[in-house]
């Protein structure tokens, strides 16, 4: 049974940072491409970034150059670093596995960790 857990959400101010960590117990964890996802409020789940097997990462467009994706391969792991948050990144933050080495479609999820960035 896959199990994926993340950890590191909380309540941040505007322009502040946040480092989320998601623990896969999954043994094919070093070739499957892993994604974050976020789910503001009302809102549907949308993908923020994504890492391949291999490392390839792509980014939705509102968060290039604030959020980093990296994963340890070691630990089975995958991390997000999210800098100069603002109020619209709140939402409720879900690690991903895909079957494949490159992002596709998310087959297993996490719980989700809350993040809120308010002053």
């Known amino acids: 049974q896959v199990r994926l857990v993340e950890s590191g959400g909380g309540l941040v101010q505007p322009g502040g940072s946040l480092r989320l960590s998601c623990a896969a117990s999954?043994?094919?964890?070093?070739?499957?491409?892993m994604g974050w996802y976020r789910q503001a409020p009302g809102k549907q789940r949308d993908l923020v970034a994504s890492i391949s097997s291999f490392g390839r990462t792509n980014y939705r467009d509102s968060v290039k150059g604030r959020f980093t994706i990296s994963r340890d391969n070691a630990k089975n792991t995958v991390d997000l670093q999210m800098n100069s948050l603002t109020p619209e990144d709140t939402g409720v933050y879900f690690c991903?596995?895909?079957?494949?080495?490159?992002?596709?479609?998310?087959?297993?999820w996490g719980q989700g960790t809350q993040v809120t960035v308010s002053s």
């Open positions: 999954v043994s094919t964890f070093r070739i499957n491409a």
């Open positions: 991903a596995r895909d079957r494949t080495m490159a992002w596709v479609q998310p087959i297993d």
